[in-house]
Each structure stands twice: as structure tokens, then as C-alpha cells.
């Protein structure tokens, strides 16, 4: 079946469509298999066959796998969290970006260190950043100081600001010394930040 056709199942909603898309999503050819996979993702009734998205974490192929974990970030599907994980391990940086993107959907507090050893150690800039954003999306009050501690004494001008916008949310007066330092950082958006969160903590004690 050519790429076209199997992109128009997707316009049909009967059980034979599914069918054939469940024979696709296990076809020899990987790029059959990620085109499948998308289809699924777009489909109406898709979520149907949602155990053949989480199965095509264990692809052979990245393109499918980077494939699933789209629909998992698109679809907010829980179910996927435990078989995605592995996922932020794989030699691809680009599948590691995309486990990521995915992972922020459907977080739990328990990844939180997972998130940030890649904000910490990863090699590659953009799974670096890629990582930083999920942990900034999922800041809560029991992990705000260690991630304000890592934020503002990153070198992207971006990460700072982060680290007063949490610490705006969350913060104590024992974080303002830091933020009136960053309130003089090179930055001119990093130190308006700084000052709105300083403002902010301080008004609110």
C-alpha cells in the first residue's frame, strides 16, 4: 500500500481502516510502520489503538519511534509514561528531545530527576534546553529551590529568567539576596524578571 493510501485511511472510520492500519503499524518497511503510526495518532479513532503507539516505543526504527512519542504528547496519554522512559536514554538526541516533549504532558514528580540529570549532563545543547523547558513547565514547590539554584547560574539568559519566574511563584524571603543579584544581571530581560519577583515575594511577606 503507497504512503498516500495509507494516509487516506484516516478518512474512514470502520473497523476494516483500524485493521489495516494495526497490519501496517507491524509492516517490514520502517518508514510503512511510521506512517501508520502517524495515521493512528490523526485518526478519530485512534485512541483505539493506543497499545500499538506505546508498543512502537520498542521500534527498531527512531523515525517510528519519534513518531509515537508525538501522539503520546498530542494525545496527553498517560498510560504511555513507564514504556516511554526508556526513551530518554536512546543514542538519538532527537528521540531524546521528543521522549521529553512527551514526558512534560504526562508527567509525574518522580521524573523529576531523570529530567534533570539531561538538563545537567546531557551532551547536546538542544536536549539540554529541551529538558530545561520540561522541568520549567513542572516545577512545584518541592523542587522550585533546586531548580532556581541550576536556572540562575545557567548561562542562557533564558534559563535565568526561568529561575526568577519560579522563584516568583514559589519563593520565600529567604531566595531574595539571589534575586537582588540577578536584578544586575547583563540581561535586560533576566533582570526585569528578577526585579517583578523580588517585588512580588517581598509583597507577599
Same mark, same amino acid.
Given at each position: 500500500?503507497?504512503?498516500?493510501?495509507?494516509?487516506?485511511?484516516?478518512? #474512514?472510520?470502520? &473497523?476494516?481502516?483500524?485493521?489495516?492500519? #494495526?497490519?501496517?503499524?507491524?509492516?517490514?518497511?520502517?518508514? $510503512?510502520?511510521?506512517?501508520?503510526?502517524?495515521?493512528?495518532?490523526?485518526?478519530?479513532?485512534?485512541?483505539?489503538?493506543?497499545?500499538?503507539?506505546?508498543?512502537?516505543?520498542? &521500534?527498531?526504527?527512531?523515525? $517510528?519511534?519519534? /513518531?509515537? !512519542?508525538?501522539?503520546?504528547?498530542?494525545?496527553?496519554?498517560?498510560?504511555?509514561?513507564?514504556?516511554?522512559?526508556?526513551?530518554?536514554?536512546?543514542?538519538?538526541?532527537?528521540?531524546?528531545? !521528543?521522549?521529553?516533549?512527551?514526558?512534560?504532558?504526562?508527567?509525574?514528580? /518522580?521524573? *523529576?530527576?531523570?529530567?534533570?540529570?539531561?538538563?545537567?549532563?546531557?551532551?547536546?545543547?538542544?536536549? #539540554?534546553?529541551?529538558?530545561?523547558?520540561?522541568?520549567? +513547565?513542572?516545577?512545584?514547590?518541592?523542587?522550585? #529551590?533546586?531548580?532556581?539554584?541550576?536556572?540562575?547560574?545557567?548561562?542562557?539568559?533564558?534559563?535565568?529568567?526561568?529561575? !526568577?519566574?519560579?522563584?516568583?511563584? *514559589?519563593?520565600?524571603?529567604?531566595?531574595?539576596?539571589?534575586?537582588?543579584?540577578?536584578?544586575? &544581571?547583563? &540581561?535586560?530581560?533576566?533582570?526585569?524578571?528578577? @526585579?517583578?519577583?523580588? +517585588? @512580588?515575594?517581598?509583597?507577599?511577606?
Amino acid at each position: 500500500m503507497s504512503h498516500e493510501a495509507i494516509r487516506s485511511l484516516v478518512l #474512514r472510520d470502520d &473497523d476494516e481502516a483500524l485493521n489495516e492500519l #494495526r497490519t501496517l503499524a507491524a509492516a517490514r518497511d520502517a518508514f $510503512v510502520r511510521r506512517t501508520a503510526i502517524e495515521v493512528i495518532g490523526q485518526h478519530k479513532r485512534g485512541p483505539e489503538l493506543r497499545v500499538i503507539v506505546i508498543a512502537a516505543f520498542s &521500534d527498531p526504527s527512531d523515525y $517510528v519511534r519519534r /513518531t509515537a !512519542c508525538g501522539i503520546v504528547e498530542h494525545w496527553k496519554l498517560a498510560e504511555a509514561h513507564d514504556p516511554l522512559l526508556p526513551l530518554l536514554r536512546e543514542a538519538e538526541a532527537s528521540t531524546r528531545e !521528543c521522549a521529553l516533549r512527551a514526558l512534560a504532558e504526562i508527567w509525574r514528580e /518522580t521524573d *523529576f530527576q531523570a529530567a534533570f540529570d539531561l538538563y545537567s549532563r546531557d551532551p547536546v545543547i538542544s536536549v #539540554r534546553k529541551e529538558a530545561a523547558w520540561t522541568l520549567r +513547565q513542572n516545577a512545584t514547590a518541592g523542587d522550585w #529551590r533546586r531548580l532556581f539554584g541550576a536556572f540562575s547560574g545557567d548561562q542562557l539568559p533564558r534559563h535565568r529568567s526561568w529561575a !526568577c519566574e519560579i522563584a516568583e511563584t *514559589f519563593g520565600d524571603p529567604d531566595v531574595l539576596p539571589a534575586l537582588a543579584s540577578l536584578t544586575n &544581571d547583563d &540581561d535586560g530581560h533576566v533582570r526585569k524578571s528578577a @526585579a517583578r519577583a523580588h +517585588q @512580588a515575594i517581598s509583597a507577599r511577606n
